[in-house]
Nanobody, 127 residues
């Protein structure tokens, strides 16, 4: 059972940056894909960024392309999300997710593909 713990959330003004981290309880070489999702009250959770742990392939939602960067630190069993040029619409609870199974690119942001989830970290961007 993999446990995921997110950190790095906080409040920032528009245009600012934050770096989220997700620490996994076991070596992430046992994991095939890790992703970041976000959710605001009353809305469905949406995928933001994903990375294939072995391939290193990255995937981004159109809304964050060019602003967010997902990366992994295998030595520390940690996933990161560097968020730059933040906008008020980026305000959400951000969740880390992982799966032991391969995920086709066409469904990389499908929640049901992921069997491990963190508790979330809040990001608030003020205008």
């Amino acid at each position: 059972q993999v446990q995921l713990v997110e950190s790095g959330g906080g409040s920032v003004q528009a245009g600012g940056s934050l770096r989220l981290s997700c620490a996994a309880s076991e070596a992430i070489y046992n994991i095939r894909v890790m992703s970041w999702f976000r959710q605001t009250p009353g809305k469905e959770r949406e995928g933001v960024a994903a990375i294939g742990i072995t391939s290193g392939n990255t995937y981004y939602a159109d809304s964050v392309k060019g602003r967010f960067t997902i990366s992994q630190d295998s030595a520390k069993n940690t996933l990161h999300l560097q968020m730059n040029s933040l906008k008020p619409e980026d305000t959400a609870m951000y969740y880390c997710a992982a799966t032991n199974w391969g995920v086709p690119a066409s469904s990389i942001f499908s929640e049901w593909r992921y069997n491990y989830w963190g508790q979330g970290t809040q990001v608030t961007v003020s205008s």
